[in-house]
């Protein structure tokens, strides 16, 4: 195996073409320098330099070797960089899991770029989730974090509030209820609600279903749908009603019109999902992130 100090030596007077000066550079005397370069080529079995009292310049073997010494030198530097980086936690991987209803807020995409901005040198993966899934991936170790909207039941998981976003009435802009400023609870209750399904464990689902009951109005299921993006085309298609965070708005879909609600109670928390146990210092980086005001990343 070629030693690294030899290679750094040869560069060093390849690139001086004089062992006085590169001994100086390498803070050598010159004696050490020339029978360490002496050593080099014998180990590669070919002569580095044609040498005489007054010159010194590379052999067609040494020009040809030239750039894969110094690759190999850019290589093990990029190499000490890196992992001071990944010491301090500045460089690695991170896997964020996110339910879909959370993707079109300016927390996400805000959130998202501060943190791209911040460690460059951090691969984050981003991965879409049911909410229900969501909790047992951070647990498992499979994501890191979680962006979700329902508490987890697992003792593994603990959540960190980031507070609550509203919710808005998505309406088919063919109904009634287009026409009117702001809409209640009544009188969506006489629709159907698009929910996604039941199976599927969303915190969204939570949070309206448990408006309904605060306010003791009636729930009338409709069709369901995975995707936030399903569930306004089911609107737009004239297929029921929907409550959906105030971010979705930004889905300006043909045939959908979004109304605020009356109830100031109708709103659906924003939840961060880490491992109980363990954290690293990326996730901790990603906590600290998430969790500044929006007007502050």
Partial sequence: MLDLRKLRYFLTVAEELHFGRAAIRLHLAQPPLTRQISALETELGFKLFDRTSR??????????????????????????????????????QLALGYVSSIALSDLFSQ?????????????????????????????????????????PQDEAVQALSLGEER?????????????????????????????????????????????????????????????????????????????VPECTQSLMNKGVTYRPLVEVDACAQLLVLTRTATKSVLVDAFLAVIAQPLHMR
């Fill in 111 to 151: 959130a998202i770029q501060a943190f791209a901005q911040r460690f460059p040198d951090v691969q984050l993966t981003l991965v879409e989730c049911a909410s229900g899934s969501l909790g047992a991936q951070v647990a498992d170790g499979r994501l890191d974090l979680g962006l979700s909207r329902l508490l």
């Fill in 167 to 243: 919710l808005v009435a998505a309406v088919s802009s063919e109904s009634p209820l287009a026409r009117q400023p702001s809409v209640n609870l009544a009188q969506l209750s006489a629709y159907p609600l698009i929910l996604f399904p039941a199976d599927y464990g969303s915190g969204l689902n939570q949070s309206i279903e448990q408006l309904y009951r605060h306010h003791g109005q009636p729930l009338r299921l409709g069709p369901t749908g995975r995707q936030i993006t399903s569930i306004i085309a089911l609107v737009a298609a004239g297929q029921g009603v929907a409550l």
């Fill in 55 to 92: 010159t010194v310049s590379l052999t067609a073997q040494g020009r040809s070797f030239l750039p894969y010494a110094r690759g190999v030198l850019e290589q093990v530097e990029l190499a000490q960089v890196i992992a001071g980086k990944l010491a301090a936690g500045t460089a690695g």
